[in-house]
């Protein structure tokens, strides 16, 4: 199981949320670029880059420091936030980025993102399927959309998709454990996605419980800035 840590950005600083709550911010680091180059000194491999901003604009807007994290570092990047756009997806890949996050676009303009994974390859889409209870949110999770995600998820692994982000958007940031019954039942449901688990991560035995029900990866976000995990126990899972 891949270990993924978190870099999320508002204003070009590593920050995070508390249930997507943009009020509920907390800076964690004034150099986004200088956390990526300690997660891959440690050993790891894999990044999460979230622009908060654009989820909020609807558009990319931290292009710098996405860029200078490919630049500086081999990890392999995955970004998403506010991306609306071929031309976004396809400067992103051409930075370095190795996978794009869909969330909002995909909810609403289906066919557009179908048309990507069949133009970039299904390799480097990730459908982000953000949940309230039953329902996907949009929109930095600022919006609920009236689609379950079942039906989302459906849709798309009839459509090429294998990559899936899933974020319990109640577990985020609360760092008292992930959703462990839905990733359950997404796996039962569609065992052909490639599912990385997003929320709520705690401690190494959140991380174990999510390998042992065959997560494909997991995302690690306050749990590492909290001090509650650290990057060399992340190396051993």
């Known amino acids: 199981m891949r270990i993924i840590p978190a870099i999320d950005i508002i204003d070009g600083k590593c920050v995070r949320l508390t249930q997507g709550d943009y009020a509920q911010k907390k800076i964690y680091h004034e150099d986004p670029v200088s956390v990526a180059r300690s997660f891959e000194e440690a050993g790891l491999t894999d990044l999460h880059v979230v622009d908060l901003d654009g989820a909020k604009a609807g558009k990319v807007v931290n292009w710098s420091v996405v860029e200078a994290i490919c630049k500086a570092t081999s990890l392999t990047v995955d970004f998403g936030g506010g991306i609306k756009t071929e031309d976004e997806v396809q400067r992103l890949l051409n930075l370095g ?79 008292k454990g992930p959703n462990i019954e839905l990733y359950k039942n997404i796996l039962m449901s569609f065992p052909q996605l490639h599912l990385v688990a997003s929320g709520g991560v705690s401690n190494l035995d959140d991380l174990r419980e999510l390998k042992r029900i065959g997560a494909d990866g997991v995302i690690v976000g306050k749990a590492i800035y909290e001090g509650k995990v650290t990057l060399e126990e992340l190396t051993t899972i």
Do not use: H
């Open 97 to 175: 980025v190795k996978q794009v996050n869909l969330g909002s676009v995909a909810v609403k303009e289906p066919l557009k993102v179908i048309s990507w994974i069949t133009k970039f390859g299904k390799d480097k889409i990730i459908l982000s399927a953000d949940v309230k209870g039953d329902y996907v949110a949009i929109s930095g999770w600022q919006e609920s959309s009236p689609l379950t995600l079942a039906s989302l998820l459906k849709d798309y692994t009839r459509n090429g998709i294998e990559y899936v982000t899933c974020t319990d958007i109640s577990t985020d940031g609360m760092l």
